[in-house]
């Protein structure tokens, strides 16, 4: 837990950050911490003079920015909810799509819940065929338009992460 607070408070009033905790936490901390600290070492560096940007990537997915040793930032949150498109969590949404759901479909709280993390993400962008990203990979490659689709708006995601990173570490050594 080496983030700073302007990066791991959310722009909601404080006064709930003080009485839940309500921040962004991330998960995924030791797969972070292994990868840089081999980068460190492929690279023969000490990994506090390095900026690295790593990334964890299966059926739950985050990027973490380590700077000099550091964590700085993650892409996942208060939940591992948000973040980078998953295998069945749909990743960074509009808050506000939560209460569309809710008067538009008659979701309630618990249903849109369950729609963002077990209904949408890849599963969700392919039409409910695919979470696996070998077989959304595979079909993307025989020009399978759905998983082209869930395939590109995973690749500019992560890339967005990406850019985001080096330029909040003003520049990165290695990419993992």
């Known amino acids: 837990?080496?983030?700073?607070?302007?990066?791991?408070?959310?722009?909601?009033?404080?006064?709930?950050?003080?009485?839940?905790?309500?921040?962004?936490?991330?998960?995924?901390?030791?797969?972070h911490r292994y990868v840089a600290n081999r980068v460190a070492n492929i690279l023969?560096?000490?990994?506090?003079?390095?900026?690295?940007?790593?990334?964890?990537?299966?059926?739950?997915a985050s990027v973490a920015a380590v700077k000099y040793g550091r964590s700085v930032d993650t892409s996942m949150g208060f939940t591992p909810l948000e973040g980078l498109v998953m295998g069945t969590r749909s990743?960074?949404?509009?808050?506000?799509?939560v209460p569309f759901l809710q008067e538009q479909e008659g979701f309630t709280a618990g249903e849109v819940n369950n729609l963002l993390n077990k209904e949408s993400g890849m599963f969700g962008l392919t039409d409910?065929?695919?979470v696996?990203?070998?077989?959304?990979?595979?079909?993307?490659?025989?020009?399978?338009?759905?998983?082209?689709?869930?395939?590109n708006i995973y690749e500019y995601r992560l890339a967005k992460y990406i850019g985001a990173y080096a330029a909040a570490m003003?520049?990165?050594?290695?990419i993992a």
Do not use: W
Request: glycine fraction near 8%.
């Open 132 to 151: 696996d990203m070998r077989d959304i990979e595979e079909r993307a490659a025989k020009k399978d338009p759905l998983c082209m689709r869930a395939h």
């Open 44 to 60: 023969g560096k000490p990994i506090k003079e390095l900026k690295i940007i790593t990334a964890h990537i299966g059926n739950g």
């Open 1 to 31: 837990q080496s983030m700073t607070e302007t990066a791991y408070l959310y722009a909601i009033p404080y006064s709930l950050y003080r009485k839940y905790k309500i921040r962004r936490y991330g998960f995924h901390g030791t797969s």
């Open 170 to 174: 003003n520049g990165v050594d290695a």
């Open 128 to 130: 409910h065929l695919f």
């Open 91 to 97: 990743g960074d949404v509009d808050p506000a799509i």
